[in-house]
Each structure stands twice: as structure tokens, then as C-alpha cells.
């Protein structure tokens, strides 16, 4: 009994694994982290991948066959599993993955073999760069500062900003630069620019000088730890002017260490909450199947971009009218005003999603997704 | 800049600066009698804060119990990182407690990592301290006067310590010569011990101090007022007890008024308190009230 139970398994596995070359199907292989520390995220990814293959399980009349593999939030195994999904399954495009260090691992060898892939939340600037065939569907880091500069320009009307920066930092020296660029380009005035270092916990004289500048805003693009605190410091001081910041912010324990100080406090996040108020028919659509398919547990951005990054793939397929890997590739790059969960995405030189980006504030001490806005670069 | 805008930024120095100076007794006093840089006095520092957020939270103290209570629960940690880490090489050369301490001060780091876990946490003031007063249009922290006042009345005190009290006599014995003190009928490892619950609590006392001024709570966060508060230490003459509030107080005002006037040069804050401290060791290497270092024959 038990023989014939694992006799059965082992012709199942061999069965799965067996590579079919027959060019009646596309191939689509999907890396990400479903065991280790990046699961939470690689799961709810796989997930919003899945659901999209459900939707639309064919393109240019042939059947689209997924091929998932697990990178255990390891470089070397999402190096591995790129390998084997190209040499043993054959894929035609790959999604993944969760992660900028597994991102860029996988890559390399994607790129080598020339297949294409598309990120789902990776989001350092190294992943796509002097890369061919390595997109994302989601944007870099330093995208969200152009956001929060158009956020405060256009809605809220704001004429002068003053930064405050972690020069020890990438994140912060990226998110300052795009900011700058895009406040100043807008007809901004930024008047004051300090610095500080990951660490510092007296802000004080930094914060003193931009006071007496007197902007509207000040962008803090710093991490969680420094932020709460930079906030206290202001209103100690007697700050008036509103507070904006990157995702980096996104925390829950914000409003616990900020008390009071946060209230008002602004962050760019992805541009995708099942709370968001100005929804597109696709987000919709998406919300709605996934609160049918799961009802227990509510979509989130991971899932979002896991769709999306399927989607845009299938989209590609289509306006290359070929699954060949280099017609992909080349017409991924082409992409433009791809409507997707996440907003309207435009796939720039660099092969970084530009799309929406979220604000969220922090209202009677809660984060409320405010809306979705197209930064001007 | 406005009159009032330079106001605030003194009293701003005299916060951070008078923070240091709390610090930097500590320091000071533990080598002014041992020899000894203690390094996990950052870490001490540490704990204290913790201790405090953990009788408020955990135990539900009223926070002046909790605020004595921390501090006496440190004192102890200090008595027994002397015991543990240091006291076993009392005989060894110097370097060798010096090394011990910084293994000290990387352990209890660590342990602070595994045990309260690196996510930032809140800090509980009371609301008397939260809220600033304005003056002539400047806003003046009640813990701006709390704590220079603070500073100088520890000072005080342990000056009278030293100078004025047995167990005093039995430091500055030690300082002088350790075997001649043991010779000499001094209990040298209980005063030893003393000093370091002493030094430990005015950690303590720094660090809850640090917490309500900076509200939140990391495993790290002793690391960089440590250094500064060593800087502050070498800079006053290390051994010095009113040297430390002195290079506490100059370090404050310094880090403040070179962000004051030029704001360019803000993100080199921290470098300039190190070339301070380079410059101090290579002029004058005793600081400003240091006392030459006597040959021992």
C-alpha cells in the first residue's frame, strides 16, 4: 500500500517535471520567497499571480502554464531557481520576486539567458540597472520624493519646502533629490536644506534653522527610528508647518512613539490600500474577486503587484503578437499607460514602473489612505 | 538670525550640553579612580531607560518609584559587570580591563537586541514635562532647567563623595595606589564596587534624563551620546569631575552653534565633536582641568 502511495508520487513529480516543448502553451515562471524571512510578502504575492492567471489563462490563443519555485529568501537559491526554471521549464518570462537582493540575484541570470523578467516589490535603483531584459512593476525608492513634492505642490498648494536629510543614507539622499527636483521644477521654492546621520537623536539645531526659514512643508525622507522623534523635536519647538515623508515611515508603532506630534503627518506609500477611495475598474474588479476567493484575510499591495506584474507580461505577449523571450522583453520595455491594479504604469528608460504614488496621513491617529497621484518628475 | 531664534538656540545647546555633562561625570569619575574607560558605561545608560519604560509599562509603578527604582536596578548591574568582567583582571595591565569593557559594552548591547527587540519604543513623560513655556518668545522644555540644575547638584555631590567621605578617602587611595590602599587596611574591591554602582547610577540617571528629552527607546541608543559624552570627558580633563560638565556643556553648545551658522554643515555634526577630540589629544592631552599624569615610580 504505502509502495504504490509513493510509486504514485514519484510518477506525479516526474509527470509535473517533465518539460513539455510542445509550443502550444506559454510558459511563465514565478520566483519568489514562500519560505524564510520574505514569506509573508512572497506569498501574498504568489497569490495576487495566481488570481490574475485565473483571469486570463490564455494569450494569443495558446494556454499560459505558471511555474512557481520557492527561493527561501536566499541569493543563492532565487540565483537557482532562475536557472531552473529556464533550463528545465523552458519559460518564456519570469515574474519575480519580493526582494531587491533576491531581485538582483535572480536577475543576473535571467539577463544572462535572456529571458525577461518583471519585479514585483523590488525596489532598489541597482535591480534593472544596465539591465535588457530585467523590469519591475513596481517604482524605485527615490520615485516616491517626486510624488510627495507634486502631492504638496498640487493639492495642497504649498509654495516653499525645506528637507531634512540623512546624508548617511541612500534611501534619504535619493527620496531628497526627487523631491528637490520635482518642488523646484513645479515652481517650488526650497529653502532650507539640512543634514543630519542615522543615529543622531538631536535635531534640534537642524530643526531651529529650518523654523526660521518659515516653509510650508518639510520632507523628512528618513527612516522610522529617526522620523518619530524628528517629529516630537518640531512641535516642541513650536513648528507650524506640515510634515510629509517616504514609506519608510510606514509603521504601525508611528503614532504610539509620535503621540500627538504625528498627527498630520503625510507619507508616500505604493499607490494600492483595499481602503483607498479613488479606486480604477481594474482595482476594483481585483478587490471584489479577491474578498470572493479569500474571504478571510484582505488584499494588500503585495498582492496587487503580483497581479500586476502577471498582467503586464500577458500585455506585453500581446502587443508582440509572439511569446519569444526577446519580443517580450522588447515590447515590455515599450509599455506605456498599462492600467493595472496599482494605477496607470509606464515602463521608463531605465525599466522602472513610473506610476501613481499613495499618500497616506495619519488622521486621530490612524493612517487613512488619502489618494493616488502621478508625480511630475 | 533674530535675537530670539539665537535664544533658542543657546538653551537648545545648554539641554543637549548639560545631557553630556550627565554622562560624562560617569565617565569620569569611574576613570578618575581606576583608570579604567568604562565603555558599557553607553550601555548602562541604556538599561536605564529601558528599566524605567519597563517599571511604567510592565510592573505599572508610578513614575517616581520607577524612576528610583531603575536607577538603584542599574546601580546593581553596575556592581555586577565590575564583579564579573573587570574585577578578575584587577591585576592584569590596563589594556586588558579596557578590552573587557568594550566586550562588556558589545554583550549588553546585544543582549538589549535579542531581549527588547531593535523596534523603537515609546518613552512615558509625565505631562508636566511635555509641554514648553514661552518666554519672550522663546520656548523654554522644562527639562532645559531641569537638567543643567541636575548636572551640577550630581556634580556637587559627588565632589562632597570623594572629598568629604570615608569611602571617598578610599577612592582617592586607590586612585593614588592601589596595592599601597590594599596594604593600608582599604577594602579596595567593596569601594571599587561602590564606585561602579555609583558611576552606574548616574547612567541611569543620564539616560532616563536622555530618554525624556529624545523619547524613544533603541537598543543602540547609548552608543552615540556615549561617545560624545567620552569626547566631553577628554575635553573637560578625564578625571575630572568639573571638567566633564564643563566639556559637556562645550560639546552642547558647539554641535548647536555650528548647525546655527552654518547650516551647510550640518551633516558633519558628529564629525566635528571627533576632531574636536583629536585636536584635544594632540595640544593638550589632559583636557582643561586635567591634572598631569603623576610618573608612578
Not at chain 2, 514661552?134 to 537638567?147: A, D, K
Request: some cysteine; hydrophobic content about 50%.
Amino acid at each position: 500500500m504505502k509502495r504504490c502511495f509513493l510509486l504514485a508520487v514519484v510518477l506525479a513529480v516526474f509527470g509535473m517535471a517533465a518539460p513539455s516543448f510542445a509550443a502550444d502553451t506559454v510558459r511563465i515562471g514565478v520566483y519568489l520567497p514562500l519560505t524564510g524571512q520574505n514569506a509573508f510578502g512572497g506569498q501574498l504575492e504568489l497569490e495576487g499571480v495566481q488570481m490574475a492567471h485565473e483571469e486570463v489563462g490564455e494569450v494569443l490563443g495558446k494556454k499560459v502554464e505558471l511555474f512557481v519555485v520557492d527561493n527561501k529568501s536566499d541569493k543563492v537559491e532565487a540565483a537557482n531557481a532562475v536557472k531552473r526554471l529556464i533550463d528545465k521549464e523552458n519559460v518564456q518570462a519570469i515574474i519575480g520576486t519580493y526582494g531587491s537582493s533576491l531581485a538582483m540575484a535572480g536577475g543576473e541570470v535571467a539577463e544572462k539567458a535572456g529571458v525577461p523578467q518583471v519585479g514585483t516589490s523590488c525596489t532598489n535603483p541597482l535591480v534593472t540597472q544596465g539591465k535588457k531584459h530585467i523590469f519591475r512593476v513596481c517604482f524605485i525608492d527615490p520615485f516616491q520624493g517626486a510624488g510627495a513634492a507634486t502631492y504638496a505642490i498640487k493639492d495642497l498648494g504649498f509654495k516653499k519646502a525645506a528637507l531634512l536629510v540623512d546624508v548617511a543614507n541612500d534611501y534619504s539622499v535619493g527620496l531628497a533629490s526627487f523631491f528637490k527636483r520635482s518642488f523646484v521644477k513645479q515652481g517650488g521654492e526650497v529653502v532650507a536644506v539640512l543634514n543630519y546621520q542615522s543615529g543622531d537623536q538631536d535635531f534640534t539645531a537642524q530643526l531651529q534653522q529650518i523654523i526660521s526659514k518659515k516653509p510650508d512643508v518639510l520632507f523628512i525622507p528618513s527612516y522610522f527610528a529617526e522620523g518619530a522623534i524628528i517629529m516630537k523635536q518640531a512641535k516642541e519647538l513650536g513648528a507650524t508647518f506640515k510634515i510629509m515623508g517616504g514609506d519608510a515611515m510606514d509603521n504601525p508603532e508611528i503614532v504610539s512613539i509620535g503621540g500627538s506630534a504625528v498627527e498630520g503627518f503625510m507619507h508616500t506609500t505604493f499607490p494600492y490600500d483595499p481602503s483607498m477611495p479613488d479606486m480604477n475598474p481594474v482595482a476594483q474588479k481585483f478587490t471584489e474577486n479577491w474578498k470572493k476567493k479569500h474571504p478571510d484575510k484582505d488584499p494588500n499591495v503585495n498582492a496587487a503587484l503580483g497581479y500586476d506584474a502577471y498582467m503586464i507580461i500577458i500585455d506585453a505577449i500581446k502587443r508582440a503578437g509572439s511569446a519569444e523571450p526577446a519580443k517580450i522583453s522588447a515590447a515590455l520595455a515599450d509599455t506605456k499607460g498599462f492600467v493595472g491594479v496599482t494605477g496607470v504604469t509606464t515602463i521608463n528608460e531605465t525599466h522602472d514602473a513610473e506610476k501613481p504614488v499613495g499618500i497616506v496621513v495619519i488622521k486621530d491617529g490612524k493612517k487613512t489612505y488619502v489618494g493616488s497621484i502621478q508625480p511630475e518628475l | 538670525m533674530t535675537i530670539e531664534i539665537f535664544l533658542q538656540h543657546l538653551l537648545n545647546g545648554l539641554t543637549l550640553g548639560s545631557l553630556y555633562a550627565l554622562i560624562a561625570i560617569g565617565y569620569t569619575m569611574v576613570y578618575g579612580i581606576l583608570r579604567l574607560i568604562n565603555f558599557a558605561h553607553s550601555e548602562i545608560f541604556m538599561l536605564g531607560a529601558y528599566f524605567v519604560f519597563w517599571g511604567v509599562t510592565l510592573f505599572h509603578l508610578p513614575w517616581p518609584l520607577a524612576l528610583v527604582a531603575a536607577v538603584a536596578a542599574v546601580a546593581l548591574v553596575g556592581v555586577l559587570v565590575d564583579r564579573v568582567a573587570y574585577r578578575p583582571l584587577r591585576d592584569a595591565p590596563r589594556i586588558s580591563a579596557l578590552i573587557s569593557a568594550i566586550g562588556v559594552s558589545f554583550f549588553l548591547q546585544n543582549v538589549a537586541i535579542v531581549l527588547f527587540k531593535a523596534i523603537p519604543r515609546e518613552v512615558y513623560r509625565p505631562e508636566w514635562l511635555e509641554n514648553p513655556m514661552i518666554m519672550g518668545g522663546v520656548r523654554v522644555l522644562p527639562l532645559t532647567l531641569f537638567v543643567p540644575v541636575l548636572s551640577l547638584l550630581l556634580m556637587l555631590g559627588l565632589m562632597y563623595i570623594v572629598y568629604h567621605t570615608k569611602p571617598g578617602l578610599g577612592m582617592r587611595a586607590i586612585s593614588k595606589d592601589i596595592e599601597t590602599s590594599a596594604l593600608m587596611g582599604v577594602p579596595v574591591n567593596s569601594i571599587i564596587a561602590l564606585t561602579f554602582g555609583l558611576g552606574s547610577a548616574l547612567a541611569a540617571a543620564s539616560g532616563i534624563m536622555w530618554a525624556l528629552r529624545y523619547p524613544q527607546l533603541q537598543p543602540i541608543m547609548g552608543v552615540i551620546p556615549g561617545f560624545k559624552a567620552f569626547i566631553a570627558a577628554v575635553f573637560g580633563g578625564i578625571g575630572s569631575i568639573p571638567g566633564a560638565v564643563i566639556g559637556g556643556l562645550v560639546l552642547g553648545f558647539l554641535e548647536i552653534l555650528i548647525v546655527a551658522f552654518f547650516p551647510d554643515l550640518a551633516g558633519y555634526r558628529d564629525a566635528f565633536a571627533f576632531v574636536l577630540l583629536i585636536v584635544v589629544l594632540l595640544v593638550k592631552p589632559t583636557g582643561l582641568l586635567g591634572a598631569r599624569p603623576e610618573e608612578k615610580v
